[in-house]
């Protein structure tokens, strides 16, 4: 079994900075790709920043400059630190991850989700 926690997200007004964190657990072997992506109400799930074990890190042109994702190998997490928030940026992000466990299954793996609301 493999978990993925989120933490972090919370109400800040426009302009105000939050870091989530995303925790995996588990059988896990190995982790490949670890991604964020959001859901705003009505709207489609999309990718937000994407981090592989190696390589160099996405951005959606939407938050460029303002988001960093960086990631812990030895701790299996990955963060978002979010800067220069609007109220945009309010969404539900997800994190999901690319995991090959130790029975040889390899899949993708979801968070719960966190809610980010941007507001004043």
């Known amino acids: 079994q493999v978990q993925l926690v989120e933490s972090g997200g919370g109400l800040v007004q426009p302009g105000g900075s939050l870091r989530l964190s995303c925790a995996a657990s588990?059988?896990?072997?190995?982790?490949?790709?670890m991604t964020w992506y959001r859901q705003a109400p009505g709207k489609q799930r999309d990718l937000v920043a994407a981090i592989p074990s190696g390589g160099s890190t996405h951005y959606a042109d939407s938050v460029k400059g303002r988001f960093t994702i960086s990631r812990e190998k030895d701790k299996n997490t990955v963060f978002l630190q979010m800067n220069s928030l609007k109220p945009e940026d309010t969404a539900v992000y997800y994190c999901?991850?690319?995991?090959?466990?130790?029975?040889?299954?390899?899949?993708?793996?979801w968070g719960q989700g966190t809610q980010v609301t941007v507001s004043s």
């Open positions: 999901n991850a690319d995991i090959s466990t130790m029975s040889g299954v390899r899949g993708d793996y």
């Open positions: 588990g059988s896990i072997f190995r982790i490949n790709t």
